[in-house]
């Protein structure tokens, strides 16, 4: 664990402003969605708790066999119902797109929502999912194959006791590995990019890199190898380390 190497657990005194927000937003939409079941969908689907198990079984029916005569009705109050449910049923946007604002450290979600994952109202998107290397999203998953054999996804290359950085410049960044950033080309040789994904995803040029924590959230990133971009991933990784 990074822990271990670094002899102190300064740097997971974020875990409050990270993931409090998190909580408190599951904790609610957790809150709703169990208020909508009696309020929504039970009175979409005509059953309920004061009603016979015989009359909630006729409800069903009406929904399950598509020649009564309420079929359609009962059909489309669900539909609708199962809108108002997306947040729970259909809520990729909540389970893998959620975010933590406060690592964005130069506000490069600001301009773009987070890469559509806010909507215009900067609202969190539930129920969709977009891909993103601005720091403080999940690093994407894509498939690589590595050493012209084997198929890994980029999650699977992550380490739980240093940093990753990935770049498809090996040569600009192979000074930057130590004990505490380990570094993954994509060069088409060590490891190939199968269906282009990390030239769609990764939001850095050619020369520039993806620096991801152990816990699989983007650190920082650099859309090029100048010297400067070098010194500051050095500066970005001690203020995370808090040294």
Known sequence: MLQDKLGKSDFLDTYDEERRPIGERVAQSSLVNMQSHNMIMDKALGIGRDTSVAENKSAIQALVDESHSCHSQVHADVQRAQSVLDSEFKALGTEIGWFYPTADINNEGRDNFHDGQLDSDGKLNTTEYHPSTIPGHHFPHMWFRKEGHVVVSSRDLLCLDRFVLFTADLT??????????????????????????WGQLSGVEGKGAVLVRPDGIVAWRSKSAEDNNVNRLYAVLAKILRQ
């Open 172 to 197: 600009a960044w192979s000074r930057v590995e130590h004990e505490l950033i380990h570094v993954v080309p994509i060069d088409g040789k060590k490891l190939e990019d199968i269906d282009g994904k």
